[in-house]
């Protein structure tokens, strides 16, 4: 150990017994390998250090003992050559420094007239001093790491579903409802300068500023007022509002990319209820951000464009709906949309791209003109950003905006020209449902599979009754305001019945009423939301019969397997017993 033959020159103390006096010469020789063995002493203890810091959060035993050796390795070569320096600054000579240096190191009494500076233990206050700060050290180290575990498992209990009424909101910009721009049904690969100044809020999409809830969780069902903090002008005839809870604290639910919100309000003596996606991404706690269009028969979308200004408080319920993407269902996605089905798109690639999701993003989507292309500005922003987010535009004709991008509908050749290998990828399409049919049958030519394909549909005003529309296809948000209720004196057109089971009700049941239809009429509450098969809110136990459901995309598998139908789909010929 006195030759230090590890970290230092091997010979230098054995070099020292061949030296009888302290020549010039001997001074310059010691004074040179002592200052290389102090700085290469210090080296070995910070070397150390690090590294013991590293093994004690990695938790490594085997590590920390290596780390610890070479700390001490360490001090032992800069206290040799701090020995040496002292010994020549005494005057011993070369042969004596050498000798006293082996006799501590092997612990051999010191000779008459040469004190040792000895402590408790027989050790010196030098090691007793040293090795009470690495112990320090190490405790410290551990301290911090045992803290930072705390902190962890508490994010973790705060962010769980359930454990306390912790929101994980969406990620900072706008989203749009279940309205339908008719002539949206393309998409295309550039975006050109914006032409309306939109508020946005790029500075929302850091990851790091905010925490994002466990991917596929979504807290219970919530109701209450949320507060409009900020409203911004997407398009023309398109405004985002920006929602917080009235306290100004987190927002009190959960939800995951593609969940929608229902607002409740009373518009012209009569309770509507309408469901709007939520655009902006669960890693944004603070606010959520629903974009919707102003629809000149949607009697809800003119309440929010026309009556509802910053400051107000709106009715809010959810989160529900089961058009959802967090990145763990594949490792890649297309998104295909149309007019303000784009929202839950943006949902999805806002919190894709905070979380860093490696996979691909495709992000196509159709306008009906420049001028109405929602969100240009930030889909350029994220595609600058992300190598992996790759988007094209289109629009169905071109106004007085300036436009480099291409023209006309989403189509099988556009598709496959913007999307390699899609045959391989799961797709999600929403937007009205003309676009969406032609865009499924484009799908299907290419080559992908049904059960990778998944459609969010635009719901006509919740509360209304259905509008009739050709098989499977629902209605807009269009219909007059006169559907907004059903009437609760509709004459059934066949003899079968329906029983509530929990209500204890029965009632009629035609064989062109839904199940919902039925309830409402002899006055059942069942929830429900877009009552167009899509949101899975209406979901109810079917005891006894047999119904048909034209869609059923809000019911997953397993549910349909336990005998559970969709209130707002289900339709019988015959006698029923439901569970509500």
């Not at 409402?520 to 429900?528: C, H, K, P, T």
Request: aromatic residues 8%.
């Amino acid at each position: 150990m006195g030759c230090m033959g590890g970290l230092g020159p091997r010979p230098f103390y054995s070099a020292l017994m061949a030296m009888p006096t302290l020549t010039p010469e001997a001074r310059q020789y010691i004074e040179d390998q002592a200052g290389k063995r102090i700085g290469s002493g210090s080296w070995a203890i910070t070397t150390g250090q690090a590294q013991l810091h590293q093994s004690i959060l990695a938790n490594d035993s085997a590590a920390m003992q290596k780390a610890i050796a070479t700390v001490r390795a360490g001090v032992l070569e800069a206290e040799s050559g701090a020995a040496a320096l002292q010994a020549v600054n005494e005057g011993q000579s070369p042969r004596q420094l050498a000798l006293t240096w082996f006799k501590t190191q092997m612990s051999v009494p010191a000779a008459v007239g040469m004190p040792v500076d000895e402590g408790p233990w027989g050790l010196s206050w030098y090691h007793l001093s040293t090795m009470t700060f690495l112990v320090a050290f190490v405790l410290a180290t551990i301290l911090i790491h045992y803290a930072r575990l705390r902190r962890i498992g508490s994010l973790v209990q705060r962010l769980t579903p359930g454990a306390a009424p912790v929101a994980v909101p969406a990620g900072g910009a706008k989203s749009a409802p279940f309205a339908a721009d008719a002539a949206a049904f393309v998409t295309v690969p550039t975006l050109a300068a914006p032409s309306t100044p939109a508020a946005l809020d790029f500075s929302a999409q850091n990851p790091s500023a905010v925490e994002a809830p466990a991917p596929g969780k979504t807290s219970k069902p919530w109701t209450g007022a949320l507060r409009v903090a900020d409203i911004f002008y997407e398009t023309p005839n398109v405004k985002t509002f920006r929602l917080r809870e009235p306290g100004g604290g987190p927002i009190p639910f959960t939800f995951v990319p593609g969940q929608f919100l229902t607002f409740s309000a009373e518009v012209d003596g009569k309770r509507i209820r309408r469901s709007y996606t939520i655009a902006s991404a669960p890693t944004q706690r603070d606010y959520v951000e629903l974009t919707v269009k102003r629809e000149d028969l949607g009697a809800e979308s003119r309440y929010l464009h026309d009556n509802v200004a910053v400051g107000d408080h709106l009715e809010v319920s959810g989160p529900a709906g089961v058009f959802t993407f967090t990145g763990t269902e594949a490792n890649s996605i297309v998104l295909i949309s149309g007019g303000v089905g784009i929202t839950p798109m943006m949902c999805i690639t806002r919190y894709l791209t905070d979380r860093a999701f490696p996979g691909d993003i495709f992000f196509l989507y159709g306008a009906s003109s420049p001028q109405n292309v929602i969100f240009r500005e930030e889909l350029e922003y994220l595609r600058k950003r992300h190598a992996n987010l790759h988007v094209a535009t289109t629009v169905g004709r071109v106004d007085e905006t300036p436009w480099t991008g291409a023209v006309g509908y989403i189509s099988k050749e556009f598709i496959a020209r913007n999307v390699p290998e899609i045959a391989r990828r799961r797709v999600h399409v929403c937007g009205p449902p003309a676009m969406m049919e032609a865009v499924k049958s484009a799908l299907i030519e290419l080559g992908v599979s049904k059960h990778k394909t998944k459609s969010e549909a635009f719901g006509q005003a919740l509360g209304a009754a259905p509008v009739p529309a050709a098989a499977g296809v629902p209605a807009t948000d269009t219909a007059a305001p006169s559907t907004l209720t059903a009437s609760p004196h509709t004459v059934p057109s066949a003899q079968s019945e329906i029983e509530f089971r929990k209500s204890g009700k029965t009632g009629p049941l035609a064989p062109d009423k839904c199940v919902l239809e039925a309830a409402e009429a002899i006055g059942v509450a069942i929830d429900f939301s877009c009552r167009v098969g899509t949101c899975g809110v209406c979901a109810v136990p079917l005891l006894k019969g047999a119904v048909t459901m034209a869609v059923q995309e809000g019911l997953p598998p397993e549910d349909k397997a336990r005998g559970i139908i969709l209130a707002c789909q289900a339709k019988s010929a015959g006698n029923l017993v439901v569970d509500a």
